[in-house]
Each structure stands twice: as C-alpha cells, then as structure tokens.
C-alpha cells in the first residue's frame, strides 16, 4: 500500500480512470460488432445506422487516447468497405 497520500491519490484515479477506458473500449467492441451483424443479415439500413455509431466511438477512443489514430482508421475503413459491400 501506498505511504504517500498523492500515491493514494494516484492509486483511487488510476482505478477510476482504467474502469472508464474498459467501458469505453467494450462499447466500442459491440458498436463494431452489430455493424458486422447487420452486414451479416444484409440489412443495409441498420449497418449504416451502427457504422455511424461506431466511426463515432472510434474516433472518441482516439481523442481519448485509448487507441492509436491508424487503429482507428484501419477500423472505419473496414467496416465501410463491409457495408458498402451489401448492395454488391
């Protein structure tokens, strides 16, 4: 255990601060992975309402630092290209 009261600080910050990033990246997990269901069911209207969603969440998880801006990026482009490929 922390000696130091900035260390206690630290300890109950850093706590909070991996809960909020774990929710942040399991919300951003099930966004991606109702557009992949959507696409799966060929239902071009839902895939394009979560994949809004999703580029959304991505691009917080980025401002936020929780992922890399290429990370991000290689994500949106492969869920456009999952929908887009509905139609085809």
């Known amino acids: 255990m ?4 900035n260390q206690e600080k ?7 601060s991996t809960l909020a990033n774990v929710q942040e990246k399991s919300r951003l997990k ?3 992975k109702s557009v992949r269901t959507a696409v799966e ?11 809004s969603l999703a580029t959304e969440l991505l691009d917080k998880s980025v401002t936020s630092g929780i992922h890399h801006k290429n990370y991000a990026n ?3 482009s492969r869920l456009a ?3 887009n490929s509905i139609n085809a």
């Open 74 to 76: 290689r994500q949106k």
């Open 30 to 32: 099930s966004a991606i």
């Open 41 to 51: 069911a060929s239902d071009k209207e839902k895939a394009v309402a979560q994949f």
């Open 2 to 5: 922390p000696q130091i009261k």
């Open 81 to 83: 290209k999952a929908v």
């Open 10 to 16: 630290r300890v109950r910050t850093n706590a909070k």
